[in-house]
């Protein structure tokens, strides 16, 4: 409707002028968060493509000056940074995996109809809110701990030695962590999107006498495949970011073994003081967590059209 | 019409799902009611006299009471003005839409897609520079700006839903873009602006990453708080799980308020 209005519009002369007037005002509105915005993506973007391409260290502020692509040979040459990039990878796909089948599980579970199903997804859904920190402490002190956890102590019930969780598999330990704190974060969507499953089919398929394990393969997976898509894209650039959990739990730690991408900038920027390296691996996770924008945002853009 | 009964193993299976996800929490929930002896004792108490001492110790600590008037300061107000700003964008964007619009809207939505460790170089020495390292302000900007696409998006996609004609009927009696947002608008989407505000709330009452590198002792979040307070404190496990309960409490009464709507937020509305 409003296109044919515009139409109209465009044959007569005074309504042009209106309507470019009208214009003016749609754009004065819309000015203050485009430019913020501009502000924020741009600058600091651009600042850290400068430094990555300086030798600048904060302790030796008088040392500073341009030194090519140095900083990113430096980079690709340390076992360190490829470390990271390894740990990211692992920590990321770990988790994603793991959410997502504990997820989809867990949509299905909870999208029956039983007592009390309000109250049971609240409780799945409630660790998305704790706080990042709080999370991590959580997990490893009262329940890590080897002395005085709740898992050492039920290890011990079974007759198995406690385990050092953090000493000894540092990145499983970090993994089920962040993992608890995503699963609700798939378990919502997921469970959104069945709900916008038409019931009719299922029931359809159940009167032709498909088994509920061939509904679910057949009629349900189908059905999830883009929110499943989706919340793999979500999660990725979240889960590149993470930092409270690897800060309060291990702080990369033992060696680099919990090291990730986002960990060792912090490390190099505001521990080490080197903006000039800190800067490049940055331009690299930007890299990094365009590759997956890309493909979300396309995923955006074809709903914004539908 | 509903899907029939669950059967009582479907059933059963969710409750111990429902269970071991809540477990953590709830565990962290009774170890705050314990004196510091029953948080670590072994084996665990699972009856016990809950007291309170654990409470008024994280209370009384100097940091708590400060970290806590950030974290509500910094987060209402951050709202507050990115809601300012994103109302009359969603509103530009929703009922004067260009040829750019969609574009413009896919844009501000990608760039929330920036890791944020990417500039943290930069944000760090541009407060730095300014003066506003370990001040509110710094983290009341980056936080919205952080939240600002978000909340544009969840505006115009509740503004969208209200019928044009509405408005247009305003027009035509000669209501300018301000009246028609202030009276007409506002009153109509607001179940839409205060999801969105509530979305922002939560995001920016969890957010770590900025507070802890951006902050020292005077504009700290409670998440800073909780992550230092591991360090030399650790051991104390009931102040810590009381000092974290009177943390996570407010977000996890909000959040269960809002939970459908956060996956429209959350998703840009990928997921319906």
């Known amino acids: 409707m409003s296109a044919s209005v515009s139409i109209a519009n465009r044959a007569v002369a005074p309504a042009d002028l209106l309507s470019r007037s009208r214009r003016r005002v749609a754009w004065t509105l819309l000015s203050p968060a485009v430019i913020v915005l501009a502000l924020w993506a741009f600058v600091p973007l651009i600042m850290t493509l400068l430094y990555s391409f300086q030798r600048y260290n904060l302790l030796y502020p008088e040392r500073r000056g341009f030194v090519g692509f140095r900083n990113y040979g430096y ?232 | 019409m509903r899907d029939q009964r669950a059967s009582l193993p ?84 929703a009922f004067q839409p260009g040829r750019r619009t969609q574009d413009m809207l896919v844009w501000m939505l990608s760039t929330k897609m920036l890791p944020p460790v990417g500039v943290l170089v930069p944000i760090y020495i541009i407060a730095r520079d300014t003066g506003l390292l370990d001040t509110r302000t710094a983290l009341v900007i980056v936080d919205m700006l952080m939240n600002l696409p978000i909340v544009v998006w969840m505006l115009f996609s509740f503004f969208r839903d209200i019928p044009k004609d509405i408005l247009e009927a305003a027009q035509m009696d000669g209501a300018g873009p301000r009246r028609q947002m202030i009276y007409l608008l506002l009153p109509l989407a607001s179940p839409g602006i205060a999801s969105a505000a509530l979305l922002a709330i939560i995001l920016s009452w969890n957010e770590a990453f900025w507070s802890i590198n951006l902050t020292a002792s005077h504009a700290g979040t409670l998440a800073a708080y909780i992550a230092r307070y591991s360090a030399p404190e650790g051991l104390f496990w009931a102040k810590l799980s009381a000092a974290s309960v009177l943390a996570v409490a407010p977000i996890l009464i909000f959040g269960s308020l809002a939970q459908r709507r956060l996956v429209r937020g959350l998703t840009a509305g990928a997921v319906k």
């Open chain 1, 75 to 306: 980079l690709l040459s340390e076992s360190s940074f490829w470390t990271a990039i390894i740990n990211t990878i692992v920590m990321v796909v770990a988790v994603l995996v793991a959410t997502i089948v504990l997820g989809v599980l867990f949509s299905l579970l909870l999208n029956q109809n039983f007592k009390g199903r309000a109250v049971a997804r609240l409780m799945v859904i409630a660790p998305f809110f704790v706080l990042p920190p709080v999370a991590a402490l959580i997990w490893k002190n009262l329940l890590f701990d080897p002395l005085y956890g709740l898992i050492g102590w039920l290890l011990k019930l079974v007759g198995l030695p406690a385990v050092a969780w953090f000493t000894h598999f540092p990145m499983i330990a970090l993994i089920i962590i962040v993992a608890w704190e995503w699963t609700p974060f798939a378990t919502l969507i997921l469970l959104t999107a069945l709900q916008s499953l038409d019931p009719e089919q299922l029931e359809a398929a159940r009167m032709d006498g498909a088994k509920s394990v061939n509904r679910v393969i057949y009629i349900v997976l189908p059905h999830l495949a883009r929110p499943i898509a989706i919340t793999i894209m979500m999660e990725s650039i979240f889960l590149l970011s993470i930092f409270a959990e690897i800060l309060t739990t291990t702080a990369g730690g033992p060696g680099d073994a919990t090291t990730t991408l986002t960990y060792l900038i912090y490390i190099r920027a505001l521990l080490d003081f080197n903006i000039g390296s800190a800067s490049a691996a940055g331009v690299l996770a930007i890299i990094l967590a365009n590759i997956v924008a890309f493909f979300l945002m396309r995923a955006v853009a074809r709903n914004l059209e539908a």
């Open chain 2, 10 to 93: 479907g059933a059963a299976l969710a409750w111990i799902v429902a269970f071991l996800m809540f477990f953590p929490i709830l565990w962290m929930l009774m170890t705050a009611f314990k004196t510091e002896a029953g948080a670590i004792a072994n084996p665990p108490l699972i009856i016990f006299r809950p007291v309170l001492e654990s409470f008024a110790a994280a209370l009384s600590q100097s940091g708590y009471v400060l970290f806590a008037e950030n974290s509500i300061v910094i987060s209402l107000v951050s709202t507050v003005l990115a809601i300012a700003i994103a109302f009359p964008a969603a509103y530009s964007m």
